[in-house]
């Protein structure tokens, strides 16, 4: 399967900032996907990127709090903008072809205080 | 609406003991069906996934899972663990046609703990 390198697998930011994270794939994929997983939870779907138009969002996240870009098949950028403690996750990248599983990112861990 | 059911948030197993990890899901078809292990600090990492064909699965480091459409479950098991299998796993569900713009579905998750 195809590697994910996230970037960055870590921050700290201060609240009210933005932080855009960076996730590059080894290969061509179909699609790429960006979640959320707050500590000690699972993973929650926030939006599907997609290549060339803007991101299909799930409910309860939205294109100004999350903006998406994916410009070609093998990058995309998530920003969290105007950060709050709770927004504090770990984000996570994940990709898939027509004949693959998802595969994921090692994640980066944001702690916004 | 799809979801998944993991009964238990934590499971204590003695080293070398069995493990059966329990998952159920709730879909309009029959799904594609995973299972991940993520270890401390890590990505996602896929054990086995299930789409169709012999309903019992066989994965990496061990690990086999069995798809019981009747009870709409897909529940993990390992015949031996070892200490390295300490981790969160989660099952997941997506739709069957793989590609298309829709994600997965995560259940809550099992942590895995292994006594000497």
């Known amino acids: 399967s195809a590697v994910i390198s996230q970037k960055p697998s870590r921050d700290i930011c201060q609240r009210g900032t933005s932080l855009t994270i960076q996730c590059q794939v080894d290969s061509q994929v179909t699609m790429m996907f960006w979640y959320r997983q707050q500590p000690g939870q699972s993973l929650t779907l926030i939006a599907t990127a997609n290549q060339g138009s803007e991101a299909t969002y799930e409910s309860g996240f939205v294109i100004d709090k999350f903006p998406i870009s994916r410009p070609n098949l093998t990058f995309s950028t998530l920003t969290v903008s105007n950060m709050s403690p709770e927004d504090s996750s770990i984000y996570l990248c994940s990709a898939e072809t027509l004949t693959t599983e998802a595969f994921f990112g090692q994640g980066t861990r944001l702690t916004v205080v | 609406a799809q979801s998944v059911t993991q009964p238990d948030i934590h499971i204590t197993v003695s080293e070398g003991a069995s493990l059966e990890l329990r998952c159920n899901y709730s879909y309009g078809a029959t799904p594609y069906l995973f299972w991940y292990v993520q270890s401390p600090g890590q990505g996602l990492q896929l054990l086995l996934k299930y789409f169709s064909g012999d309903t019992l699965v066989q994965g990496i480091k061990g690990f086999e899972a069995e798809f019981k459409r009747s009870q709409s479950s897909f529940n993990l098991r390992k015949p031996s663990v070892h200490w390295s299998d300490a981790a969160e796993y989660f099952c997941?569900?997506?739709?069957?046609?793989?590609?298309?713009?829709?994600?997965?579905?995560f259940g809550k998750g099992t942590h895995l703990i292994i006594q000497p």
């Open positions: 997941a569900v997506g739709p069957p046609r793989r590609g298309g713009a829709d994600g997965l579905t």
